[in-house]
């Protein structure tokens, strides 16, 4: 496994393994808008713990390439988030509250490059899902693939259409001062936009990397061997919009919440379609052994 060692590996489970353990508290109180004044700097606080988790998985499976394609995620978010904050460029006329703290030359929160992180890392474990075969297999791995890319963009901006409302009207984490009430929630079309090419930028950066991996892996002492635990991008990502459905849903916003039910029907229709495929495949040719 390129970069494993079982100290990486065991910090992963455990991230994970608190994460669970906070993810159904969370839902529950922001769902029910119970969270104590006090408690505001939790949401911050899980952004960042999902970004690291995702952060310290890519390290585990791609070592020295996951780790730079981390710093880089990081870094480029954060700086696409300054310009756009002080600017009004790209994303539109926003400015971050005072809810998530600390942050970075007091304008961009820490976790928001966290949360960068989290979702395109996130979005590539559903590009790999949409993936076919031979996109997938080792040959494949050696270059950048631009439909990984293209999908892991498109499911970025996907989660983004559900997190705007929730970040905006629920949390308050930002505020836009260009808001049209006429448009999605209040909020520019710029910011989606924008959302798009920054996924974009971030996406190929990760396939970038992830390609330089396995490049030095093939090439090198090492070779390229199965991933750890591949599924939990995926997870993260599932949870995450379930998260926000549930959310939205018990807030009243019901559009965005429809939207993010979509999703997770068209996700599920590509985990259960294959299955249900499988299986009747297998009980035909099953029958058609015993006749």
Do not use: K
Not at 35 to 46: E, K, R
């Amino acid at each position: 496994m390129l970069g494993l060692t079982t100290r990486p590996r065991l910090a992963v489970a455990m991230l994970f393994a608190f994460y669970l353990f906070l993810y159904p508290g969370s839902i529950t109180l922001v769902a029910l808008d119970r969270v104590p004044v006090w408690g505001t700097w939790m949401g911050g606080a899980l952004l960042i713990l999902q970004g690291a988790l995702m952060g310290l998985w890519l390290i585990v499976n791609f070592g020295q390439w996951g780790a730079l394609a981390s710093l880089w995620v990081l870094f480029l978010s954060w700086l696409v988030e300054h310009i756009g904050a002080t600017t009004g460029f790209p994303f539109g006329s926003y400015s971050y509250t005072d809810v998530l703290q600390p942050q970075v030359f007091g304008v961009v929160p820490l976790a928001i490059p966290f949360a960068w992180l989290l979702i395109v890392t996130a979005a590539t474990g559903v590009a790999e899902l949409f993936l076919d075969r031979e996109s997938r297999a080792p040959r494949a791995e050696l270059r950048v693939r631009a439909p990984r890319v293209l999908i892991a963009t498109a499911f970025a901006l996907l989660l983004d259409v559900t997190i705007e409302p929730f970040a905006v009207h629920i949390n308050h984490y930002w505020v836009w001062s260009d808001s049209d009430p006429s448009a999605y929630y209040g909020i520019p079309a710029s910011n989606f936009v924008a959302w798009w090419f920054t996924s974009l930028l971030l996406s190929w950066v990760l396939a970038l990397h992830r390609t330089g991996a396995v490049r030095a892996a093939r090439f090198g002492p090492r070779h390229a061997a199965e991933l750890f635990w591949p599924w939990l991008p995926l997870t993260l990502y599932l949870t995450n919009l379930t998260m926000f459905v549930v959310v939205n849903l018990a807030r009243g916003q019901v559009i965005a919440a429809l939207i993010g039910s979509l999703i997770l029907l068209v996700i599920a229709g590509r985990i259960g379609i294959p299955l249900l495929v499988r299986r009747l495949r297998a009980r035909t040719e099953h029958e058609q052994s015993v006749s």
